[in-house]
């Protein structure tokens, strides 16, 4: 494993670790190449005051400028719950398309009607549609990040939308793994499956065993180590305490259903999930839906 920078084998990446969330965020781009790609950024926000703030942004955004490159793309690997994307934001200040996976609109019909966005006056609505991100991924689909070449595969379980970019020698797994020592994402929220979950992580160790695997996440709480983001395939098929290659599909979801059962709502659910939604968008206010949840 690795800490928060690889540049060994192509493409070169760089992550960022948000305490506050434990996100990591990544920019990814190929050596002698200065087109890139953001990977699941993080817009900062305060819950109690309603109020957003870019620290966590801006220093993405001063590491792709201190290395002359010239963001792309601007990646979601899903609708995250526990942090509000900075897509827009970015995008704003360095320019590049904002992209997800074609699933996104399984999981509007799933939301709309709980939030009760889609007939908002802009720049509130979830336009049912998808179109507000530049582009939404069809399964498999290949693209470049300037010369680099890059695929999508559909990895759901944690959401119904979670997609994985392979991109060279690495994939970008979001929610779907974490690290050998924490395992895998929840699959309690609305829509997700913890058998889908696990034809998911057979999808990922499949892969050759030489590729770098960036997790979404991490919590190194009581395991004595600093946050890290990658472990190769083969590290993960042999010590994922959840998913490793010899843990069965029935002890996989038996194990998921009983750790997910009564875990508590993460505190940035409902902005996360509206703002998300709205690829990255903050708009003008926030609902709270009331025992909805």
């Known amino acids: 494993m690795t800490a928060d920078n ?17 996100t990591w965020t990544y920019v990814v781009w190929g050596e002698g ?7 699941d950024s993080v817009l900062d ?34 609708i995250h719950a526990d ?9 704003k200040k360095t320019g590049g398309k904002t992209a997800i996976s074609k699933h996104i609109l399984d999981v509007l019909k799933t939301w709309e009607p709980i939030f009760h966005n889609a007939a908002d006056a802009p720049p509130n ?22 010369a680099l070449d890059a695929r999508i595969i559909h990895t759901p379980g944690h959401t119904p939308a979670d997609t994985s970019y392979i991109i060279g020698s690495s994939v970008f797994v979001g929610d779907s793994m974490f690290l050998p020592d924490v395992g895998a994402g929840r ?29 979404g996440h991490d919590y190194p709480e009581g395991k004595n180590r600093r946050p890290q983001c990658m472990a190769t395939v083969a590290e993960q098929k042999q010590a994922n305490i959840r998913a490793g290659v ?3 599909k029935s002890a996989f979801v038996a194990q998921r259903r009983d750790a997910d059962r009564g ?11 509206q703002v998300n939604l709205r690829a990255g968008d903050v708009g003008n206010f926030i609902r709270i839906p009331v025992n909805r949840i």
């Open 45 to 78: 926000y305060d819950p109690a005051a309603g109020r957003t703030s870019t620290a966590s942004a801006d220093k993405v955004i001063s590491f792709v400028e201190s290395r002359g490159l010239r963001v792309e793309w601007v990646l979601e690997t899903h």
């Open 187 to 215: 699959c309690d929220f609305p829509g997700g499956s913890a058998e889908d979950s696990y034809d998911s992580t057979r999808k990922l160790l499949a892969l050759p065993d030489e590729t770098r695997m960036y997790v």
């Open 33 to 39: 190449d200065n087109s890139c790609a953001v990977i």
């Open 6 to 22: 690889s540049e060994a084998r192509g493409p070169a990446v760089r992550g960022f670790f948000d305490p506050a969330t434990a």
């Open 263 to 273: 875990k508590p709502v993460p505190e940035l659910l409902l902005p996360s999930l």
């Open 246 to 248: 010899n843990i069965q």
């Open 125 to 146: 609505p979830f336009p049912m549609n998808g179109s507000q991100f530049d582009h939404l991924f069809e399964d498999g689909e290949a693209f470049k990040i300037g």
């Open 83 to 91: 942090h509000l994307t900075a897509a827009q934001y970015i995008k």
